[in-house]
């Protein structure tokens, strides 16, 4: 992977971590829990995987954060939860602290299997 590929593979994760998330919730057919069942498999093997290239505490930190702030805008955007100015100053103070963890994090990955 490039520089940038286990970020790219945590945002990608994260994302269906919401997916995942938003289907324990309103998942009701057998299909809906099919692609929840996907999309953890998925949302895990992308953590997983991220792992082994970088810090695992700063992974963990930036999935779920990402997670979090995609799950709550989800709610607001598709399930009607109510927009509160608070909830969503506290969002950007959560992405903030995402991304000074990605830029505290050394540019240095780690070797496969190591």
Same mark, same amino acid.
Do not use: D
């Given at each position: 992977? +490039? %520089? ?5 593979? *945590?945002?990608?994760?994260a994302?269906?971590? /919401? ?5 324990? +919730? ?14 953890i ?6 953590? *997983? ?9 700063? /992974?963990?930190?930036?999935? /779920? ?21 608070? %909830?969503?100053?506290?969002?950007? *103070?959560?992405?903030?602290? /995402? *991304?000074?963890? %990605? ?10 299997? +190591?």
């Open positions: 992977m +490039k %520089k940038w590929g286990p970020w790219l593979l *945590i945002v990608v994760s994302c269906f971590e /919401v997916g995942w998330v938003t289907g324990l +919730k309103h998942a009701s057919q057998p299909w809906e829990w099919g692609l929840t069942i996907l999309a498999a998925v949302s895990f093997y992308g953590l *997983i995987a991220a792992s082994a290239r970088l810090p695992v505490g700063t /992974v963990y930190a930036v999935f /779920v954060g990402l997670g979090t702030a995609g799950t709550v805008l989800m709610e607001m955007l598709g399930f009607g939860e109510p927009f509160k100015p608070l %909830k969503v100053a506290l969002l950007l *103070i959560l992405l903030a602290a /995402v *991304i000074g963890l %990605k830029l505290a994090t050394p540019e240095t990955v780690h070797k496969e299997g +190591k």
